[in-house]
């Protein structure tokens, strides 16, 4: 089991960067597949991005791609996702997740996850 902590969003401009973070706990952290989720007012939570147990294999929805990294560090239990020339559409809570399955795809076993980030683009 891992419980999951958020931080680091808030309101930006159109353009601006952030970095969110991901603090785990727990000892099979290594394990898991690590993925970044989002929610719009309104609308159904997304993928975002994910990375593998080992943090070789990363993954990317469309719409982020070539703007947003994700990258992981296991020996501190945090996963952090960059995000660059954010757009007001990027606004949504943002929700790290875990996937058993250690693959960090968007089809993952995403069992547990954070209370979520408010990120805020504004134009």
């Known amino acids: 089991q891992v419980q999951l902590v958020e931080s680091g969003g808030r309101l930006v401009q159109a353009g601006d960067s952030l970095r969110l973070s991901c603090a785990a706990s727990g000892r099979t952290f290594s394990s898991y597949g690590m993925g970044w989720f989002h929610q719009a007012p309104g609308k159904e939570r997304e993928f975002v991005s994910g990375?593998?147990?080992?943090?070789?294999?990363?993954y990317y929805a469309d719409s982020v791609k070539g703007r947003f990294t994700i990258s992981r560090d296991n020996t501190k239990h945090m996963v952090y996702l960059q995000m660059n020339s954010l757009k007001p559409e990027d606004t949504a809570v943002y929700y790290c997740a875990a996937d058993a399955y250690g693959s960090g795809a968007a089809g993952g076993s995403y069992d547990w996850w954070g209370q979520g980030t408010q990120v805020t683009v504004s134009s």
């Open positions: 990375i593998s147990n080992s943090g070789i294999r990363t």
